[in-house]
């Protein structure tokens, strides 16, 4: 098998995806421990894999930002063209990446069979729908003889002392003591329908801090605040509120000191999963077995089976039966059942 000296993974879809990911840089590092490893991915991709051992180098590329333009993606080639790779793994599937590989003069390009332009990479996967996420991102090493062992397997993101020290200072402005127990809430998600309802949340929320005297933090991006406000008017016990008030990266610390975080079909979910962090995640629309669940040993799955799940691959913005059973009968004494075992 040849040894490659410089490789580019090229991930740039979303943050729970992009947590999915890490366990191929670990393969290839312990296959080529001598190489260079590059990740092209976003600039929120770029803060979840900071401080991970296993990549050299991230390349961030705002494709629906500051780089969304014709000019950007040139100049992306040409960079990528003067790092002068010898390997990329692609787990993205959009034409733009498969012509971009090619593009940069890179020899061995490895995708999937079921990419867009999927003829421009050198050794082609089939995408097996039937497995989880993590491991159909492993199967694009087949082509070079890796196998991977269950134990790694496992995603995981880094977190330094420093980060976690930061993070233990600011839970001291917050109230919030080494031995409280402290849960974390994620109400938020990109898709409407994927979001459980704020009266879920907020009923949940009351009971969490009514039963275990928890500190209850509610998370997510500046883009979930309002969501987080819709929770937050219905809570007769206010949660501490950190919507839209962390970095990605604070956000890991965060969640790294929680006892459990609970939330719909989202990054949290996968960011705690990454940090060996109890999760409950509640899906409605979509179903666990796409392979975007949570990827861990204490990962418990709420969902209500129904005739019309799934109905989308991501989650329309409206319930197409106009009904939303699938999230509004899942009721907070459920998810407080489930929430037990991880509280004794």
Known sequence: MKVFKNILVVQTAFPGDIVLTTPLFKALKKRFPESRLSVLTTPPGCELLKEIKEIDALISYDKKGADKDLLSYVRLIKKLKRLRFDLCISPHRSARTSFMVIASGIDERIGYSEASLSFLYSKKVVRDDKL???????????????????????????????????????????????????????????????????EGFASLIDNLIETYHAKVLLLGAPSDSAAGNEVLSRCKHEPINLVG??????????????????????????????????????????????????????????????????????????????????????KSEEIMEQAKRFLK
Not at 141 to 158: F, G, M, S, T
Not at 168 to 188: C, H, Q, S
Not at 250 to 279: K, Q, T, W
Request: with cysteine; glycine share 6%.
């Open 132 to 198: 989880h996420e993590v491991d159909r991102i492993l199967s694009l090493l087949i082509p070079l003889d890796i196998n991977v062992d269950e134990e790694d397997k496992q995603p995981c993101l880094a977190l330094s002392q420093e980060s976690s020290e930061n993070m233990g200072k600011r839970f001291d402005e917050l109230g919030i003591r080494a031995n409280d127990l402290t849960i974390g809430v994620a109400p938020g998600s990109v898709w409407e329908t994927k979001r459980w309802t704020a």
């Open 245 to 330: 008030k962390t970095t990605l990266r604070e956000l890991i610390a965060v969640i790294d000191r929680c006892r459990l975080l609970i939330g719909n079909d989202s990054a949290p979910g996968h960011i705690a999963a990454a940090r060996n962090v109890p999760v409950i995640s509640i899906f409605g629309p979509t179903v666990p077995s796409f392979g975007y669940s949570p990827f861990g040993k204490d990962v418990i799955i709420v969902e209500k089976e129904l005739p019309c799940r799934p109905c989308h691959h991501h989650g329309p913005r409206t319930c197409p039966e106009s009904h939303f059973l699938c999230m509004k009968d899942i």
